[in-house]
């Protein structure tokens, strides 16, 4: 084998190894809060595939101010029921208790609580290691998005005891 030929295939190989550890970079979905029945939540989230995290950002209105509110993606992506109860229960792939976002175990879609303001406006922006926007078991596309009445306990199993849905969305590739 010459040179040459050897170079072209390593370099191929580096390209190709770069493209498969990447392929997820740069995926985007969405999701549109709309009230559960007799509640004002609103409010639209983005989840951007940055590596091996997702940047979540997002801003919901209609929040009892000064509160805390469970905030978690559920399995399945059905808001007809008017009360966010089509959307099952949290999304976990990897059959993980309810726990803490980013502190032990956890279900994938365990998320941080939403704090409102004095104005009942929750402006927020992480990143989660424990979802993924078109991966390969931990995708979000599809599934639903819930906000709570209550913060989470972040033990009670499985919900965390949050109370209520008060908005949902279905999470869709953007």
């Known amino acids: ?13 580096a390209v190709a190894l770069v493209g498969c550890a990447s392929h997820l970079s740069g995926n985007r979905a969405t999701a549109k809060l709309e009230p559960t029945r007799g509640n004002t939540a609103n409010g639209t989230v983005t989840f951007v595939q940055t590596g091996d995290g997702v940047q979540v950002s997002g801003e919901i209105r209609g929040l009892k101010p000064d509160a805390e509110h469970g905030f978690h993606v559920h399995e399945k992506g059905d808001c007809s029921s008017g009360d966010g109860m089509g959307t099952g229960g949290h999304f976990n792939p990897t059959a993980k208790p309810h726990g803490s976002h980013g502190a032990g175990d956890h279900h994938t879609g365990d998320l941080p609580s939403l704090k409102a303001d004095k104005y009942g406006v929750a402006a927020f922006s992480f990143v989660s290691r424990s979802i993924s926007v078109g ?3 931990t995708d979000i596309v599809g599934k ?8 989470d306990d972040y033990k009670t199993q499985p919900t965390g005891n949050a109370g209520p849905r008060l908005a949902c969305a ?3 590739a953007k």
């Open 144 to 151: 639903g998005l819930i906000v709570h009445r209550d913060p």
């Open 135 to 137: 991966g390969p078991t």
């Open 1 to 13: 084998m010459n040179v040459r030929f050897a170079f072209v295939l390593s370099s191929l190989a």
């Open 170 to 172: 279905v999470i869709a």
